[in-house]
């Protein structure tokens, strides 16, 4: 599909730095208030980071039964697009994980056509072949889906992964149908605990995350591509208190998220116990903040639904 050129597109090649952390520089676009990450010269293809990124044939990202809460987190989260989105039958999702979303959709709640992309080979591999679905292994960018059209299209932490995300927008506004909902859930560069925590900030993970939305700045991204935005909250039960804990946790403790990266496989060492005790002290007050900012520009994701504007070309 040829990307149409939009007249009206923010080029971000206005901007200044920002925030440093270490060798990394965050550049801020004067216009639309993007923030990203200077790039360094030769960046490696996403493939190559994404590739083992779900680790094993089970596609596993975590130890010690946790990958069973995801699928719970993954059966809520098909619930909300039952609810947001009550009559649709038809849903690509970009970046599926496993699939689990799709899977629930497809089986508890009357979808029809449930596709996703994925490029990371093992999770690729467990959605097709142990859950049945349909799955792109390329970037979206790359994938020739003209004629396609879904009712529901969505992003679960998967933007701030990109580069130019106004590419990916506008290709999926080529996607969805002329009533379809885009669903994106991203981090809140505005969060109460970034603001604070600053480079101990969970959701800052300059490994991955190449890009930084606030509330105001993705709803202008989405506008300059025809949307119009419908719902917007800062709250996730999956993310938002924890993210809140390990950032404060690491931040008081001058330690660099040894807790999540534990949960990740890592290695078990005697500060493990002791953060442990600062996440049950401390998990009362975040879950309650996290809720009380459920509906400000202050929580720790961002989660959007937007429509098509009347009169945009499908
Ligand atoms: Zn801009």
């Not at 009550?86 to 039958?89: E, M, T, W």
């Not at 970046?95 to 496993?98: E, I, N, Y």
């Given at each position: 599909m040829n990307v149409p050129e939009n007249a009206a597109r923010c080029d971000h090649q206005n901007h200044k730095e920002a925030y440093r952390f270490g060798a990394a520089g965050l550049l801020r676009c004067e216009a639309c208030g993007l923030v990203f990450v200077d790039m360094p010269r030769e960046t490696p293809s996403p493939d190559l980071v994404y590739e083992k990124y779900y680790r094993n044939e089970t596609a596993a990202r975590f130890n010690f039964g946790i990958e069973y809460v995801i699928r719970l987190f993954r059966f809520f989260r098909a619930f909300k697009m039952f609810t947001v989105c009550?009559?649709?039958?038809t849903i690509m999702d970009i970046?599926?994980?496993?699939g689990f979303m799709l899977y629930y959709l497809k089986k508890?709640?009357?979808?029809?056509r449930a596709a996703g992309i994925q490029i990371s080979r093992n999770a690729v591999e467990f959605s097709r072949n142990r859950l049945g679905l349909e799955i792109y292994d390329k970037d979206l960018l790359e994938l020739p889906l003209d004629n396609a059209r879904f009712e529901v299209i969505t992003m679960w932490h998967v933007?701030?992964?990109?580069?130019?995300?106004d590419k990916y927008i506008e290709k999926i506004s080529g996607l969805l149908g002329e009533r379809g909902k885009l669903i994106i859930e991203v981090p809140n560069f505005n969060s109460w605990t970034r603001v604070f925590t600053r480079g101990r900030w969970l959701s800052l993970d300059l490994k991955h995350h190449l890009t930084f939305f606030t509330p105001e700045s993705l709803t202008l991204m989405l506008e300059r591509h025809g949307f119009a935005v419908e719902t917007v909250h800062t709250f996730s039960l999956e993310y938002s208190v924890f993210t809140s804990l390990q950032s404060i946790v690491s931040w008081l403790t001058n330690s660099d998220h040894d807790f999540f990266t534990w949960l990740q496989g890592g290695d078990f060492t005697p500060r493990i116990i002791f953060h442990s005790l600062l996440f049950v002290a401390l998990s009362p007050l975040c879950f309650l903040i996290n809720a009380l900012l459920?509906?400000?520009?202050?929580?720790?994701v961002i989660f959007i639904v937007a429509g098509k504007k009347c009169g945009q070309p499908v």
């Open positions: 009550p009559g649709a039958r970046g599926s994980g496993r508890y709640y009357g979808y029809t933007l701030e992964h990109l580069t130019g995300p459920y509906f400000s520009k202050y929580g720790e």
